[in-house]
């Protein structure tokens, strides 16, 4: 199970998953066309974590980058993933890669799903000759009306 400390929000984590990599200069921000943030996760209700981001890209001079947070339970993620991937194949493409961060911090109160609350996020670079190659020709959704998780609605973090 991994936590964070109450110092921490749903914004410092997703901030750790993209600062690292380019730090480590794997990222320049001047060659990323879309950010795209996907979570459970909501801290401010008014606005995407990819805000908070942003002052990343502001720091380095690129501040045109598209893309939005997608927040819908364990779906948000994959719903930012297919996001950034339909940009890359379509028109609006300008050859600039994306990023893709799926993140959450979920806390559960007691019973039978607290094993499953964690916390964490991961950033993806979405590009174009990739060493992973998605079939996009292959995929499928389904969604319906359930009740998928067992929070505390008194919990900071939804």
Not at 98 to 103: E, L, P
Not at 109 to 124: E, L, Q
Not at 141 to 147: A, D, E, L, T
Request: charged residues 20%.
């Amino acid at each position: 199970m991994g936590f964070c400390s109450d110092s921490e929000d749903i914004n410092s984590v997703c901030h750790t998953a993209l600062h690292g990599p380019i730090e480590r200069n794997i990222i320049n921000l001047h060659y990323i066309g879309r950010l795209e943030i996907g979570t459970e996760t909501i801290i401010d209700k008014s606005k995407s974590v990819k805000t908070f981001l942003m002052t990343l890209f502001a720091k380095e001079g690129a501040t045109d980058v598209e893309g939005i947070g997608s927040t819908n339970a364990c779906y948000g993620g994959t719903a930012a993933l297919f996001n950034a991937m339909n940009w890359v194949e379509s028109s609006s493409w300008d050859g600039r890669k994306a990023i893709v961060i799926a993140g959450d911090i979920a806390v559960y109160g007691k019973g039978p799903a607290r094993p499953t609350g964690s916390a964490g996020a991961v950033a993806m670079l979405i590009g174009p000759d990739a060493p992973l190659v998605f079939d996009c020709g292959v995929r499928n959704i389904f969604q319906s009306r359930c009740r998928e998780s067992i929070y505390d609605i008194q919990s900071k973090f939804i």
